[in-house]
């Protein structure tokens, strides 16, 4: 594959995501490596956590990235929400609808399951490829956990691959445990991945015709 982390350098990337912390665990050793880049971070649910909604946006201000939430149901049931209704709220919290690099969630999600992953990819492919977003290229996190046998880890053979440096990692981990909260027992706090993977695209077509081989794969 063509991309590299130098590729992404001094560009304008769009990091689309369900909740927040989402961000941090699949992408926020990249999101730090590259400080320079013009970063906006959207999260489609929480908007109302009165927990959350602070803490997304000190995660922001560390990531140097500007960004907004938006207030999709994430109740237990998860029930399936309407992707109209996911690609609207998208388009409401982004201020632009050109990027360089946008990066979401993979439609097989990063872990054994939710739902709400697996939406905001088939969304944002969506506006993709009816051109309501634009962009260079698209980065699907790439991670999972053997049908949940073990915590999310990378998978090996993605387009890109990006190691993170202790002092990013820490950082990283940082953010998940002080800035979010979390319990270093927690989930999250054991799952903050230390190497970060990525599905790479240059247009949703591409995209779609991974997901459909792999599909029939299975
Ligand atoms: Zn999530």
Redesign the pocket.
């Known amino acids: 594959m063509e991309f590299s982390l130098n590729s992404i350098k001094h560009s304008k990337c769009a990091v689309i995501?369900?909740?927040p912390?989402?961000e941090t665990l699949w992408a926020g050793g990249t999101i730090l490596m590259n400080p320079d880049n013009e970063w906006t971070i959207i999260s489609t649910c929480r908007k109302h956590d009165p927990d959350r909604n602070p803490r997304y946006y000190a995660a922001l201000k560390i990531l140097n990235a500007t960004g907004d939430m938006g207030n999709l149901d994430d109740g237990p049931e998860q029930n399936p929400l309407e992707k109209r209704d996911v690609e609207t709220t998208i388009l409401s919290l982004l201020k632009k609808t050109d990027y360089d690099l946008i990066m979401t969630h993979s439609t097989q999600g990063e872990y054994t399951r939710?739902r709400?992953?697996e939406e905001v990819a088939e969304a944002v492919l969506g506006l993709i490829e009816s051109k309501r977003l634009t962009a260079k290229s698209l980065w699907m996190f790439a991670y999972e956990d053997g049908g949940r046998e073990y915590l999310p880890k990378p998978i090996k053979h993605a387009d890109q691959f990006v190691f993170l440096p202790q002092d990013i990692w820490n950082k990283k981990y940082q953010i998940v445990t002080e800035t979010y909260g979390f319990h270093q027992e927690s989930w999250e706090s054991r799952a903050t991945p230390r190497k970060e993977a990525f599905w790479a695209f240059h247009s949703a077509g591409g995209a779609k015709k991974w997901i459909q081989e792999r599909s029939s794969v299975k």
Do not use: F, G, P
């Open positions: 995501v369900a909740h912390d989402d939710h709400r992953h």
